[in-house]
């Protein structure tokens, strides 16, 4: 199974920035979109971003649309969540993960299967 990790998380102020990294251990998942999602304490996890294998097409969930930016780079088959003017309400873990199907983007986890162990994205007031 592919092996996501994640990075570049920690606390910031409300209105700042943080840009969230998933390097993922085989060049396979090149062929395959990714995902970001996020689960705040007695939340269920919640869809933020999506991109297409080959970078064409994201998805946002409204409550990220217009602040978040989801990239990635194949050639070092890593993908990127900039995050910016973040809100106390983005206080979460958030999750790499990647897609269930090749050349096919979801939004729901049940589209993806592999996912990283979580990074934690704490915004103070």
């Known amino acids: 199974q592919v092996r996501l990790v994640e990075s570049g998380g920690g606390l910031v102020q409300a209105g700042g920035s943080l840009r969230l990294s998933c390097a993922a251990s085989?060049?396979?998942?090149?062929?395959?979109?990714m995902g970001w999602f996020r689960q705040a304490p007695g939340k269920e996890r919640e869809f933020v971003a999506a991109?297409?294998?080959?970078?064409?097409?994201?998805y946002y969930a409204d409550s990220t649309k217009g602040r978040f930016t989801i990239s990635r780079d194949n050639a070092e088959i890593t993908v990127y969540l900039q995050m910016n003017s973040l809100k106390p309400e983005d206080t979460a873990v958030y999750y790499c993960?990647?897609?269930?199907?090749?050349?096919?983007?979801?939004?729901?986890?049940?589209?993806?299967?592999?996912w990283g162990q979580g990074t934690q994205v704490t915004v103070s007031s």
């Open positions: 993960a990647g897609g269930r199907l090749p050349f096919y983007t979801g939004r729901h986890e049940t589209d993806f299967d592999s």
């Open positions: 085989e060049r396979t998942l090149s062929s395959y979109a």
């Open positions: 991109i297409s294998w080959n970078g064409d097409n994201t």
